[in-house]
């Protein structure tokens, strides 16, 4: 009986770890949960214009979006592929009373079309980024704003960084933009 519960409790163990651990990692970026004021400092960083869609590809626990939401009147799109992580985001979600404008949605990012984007937002290793990147650009609004947190991405200009160097902006543009205007 004992035994039979210990290799339950092994086998959830190794479930949860699979999915926090070794999936996120083998698809993309494991987790790394922000601190506030970097939350803050990256909202402030992204230049976000009320109504705004913002996705997050591999939104963790939601934070981002539900701070954008809040305090900024953004609207957010989650795409995690680790369904613990799904589950506390959405409960984060409803918590935080934003449940109209945040959405989480389970979902492998390299499968997601991102056509109606104003900003994607994106926390990820470099591998990651390079994969998903090349494939995306070409269906992405030219108005699109990247942002991305600790990695740059590699053979794109930014057109804006942080005093630490650790948050990037690119903007498409797509050669639309005349002497300023667009
Ligand atoms: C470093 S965390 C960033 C979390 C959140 N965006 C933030 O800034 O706090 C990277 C997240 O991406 C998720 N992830 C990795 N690969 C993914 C994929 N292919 N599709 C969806 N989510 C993925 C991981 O599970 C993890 O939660």
Redesign the pocket.
């Known amino acids: 009986m004992i035994v039979t519960s210990l290799s339950i409790l092994v086998l959830v163990f190794f479930i949860i770890l699979s999915g926090?651990v070794v999936?996120?990692?083998?698809?993309?970026?494991?987790?790394?949960?922000?601190l506030p004021r970097t939350?803050r400092e990256?909202l402030d960083f992204a230049e976000i214009q009320p109504g705004d869609k913002i996705y997050?590809?591999?939104?963790?626990?939601?934070?981002?979006l539900i701070q954008a939401a809040h305090h900024y009147d953004a609207v957010g799109v989650?795409?995690?592929?680790?369904p613990l992580?799904v589950w506390i985001a959405r409960k984060l979600v409803r918590r935080a009373g934003v449940s109209d404008r945040v959405q989480i949605q389970r979902?492998?990012?390299?499968d997601f079309d991102f056509h109606d984007a104003d900003i994607i937002?994106?926390?990820?290793?470099h591998q990651?980024l390079d994969r998903?990147f090349p494939k995306i650009l070409p269906y992405l609004k030219p108005s699109t704003r990247i942002i991305s947190?600790r990695f740059c991405l590699r053979n794109m200009q930014p057109c804006k960084t942080n005093n630490k160097q650790n948050l990037f902006m690119y903007r498409l543009d797509k050669g639309l933009r005349v002497d300023g205007y667009s």
């Open positions: 926090v999936l996120p990692a083998f698809f993309g970026s494991p987790w790394h949960p922000l939350i990256i997050d590809l591999g939104s963790g626990d939601g934070r981002i989650g795409l995690e592929i680790d992580k979902k492998n990012f390299n937002y994106v926390y990820l290793t990651a998903l947190y």
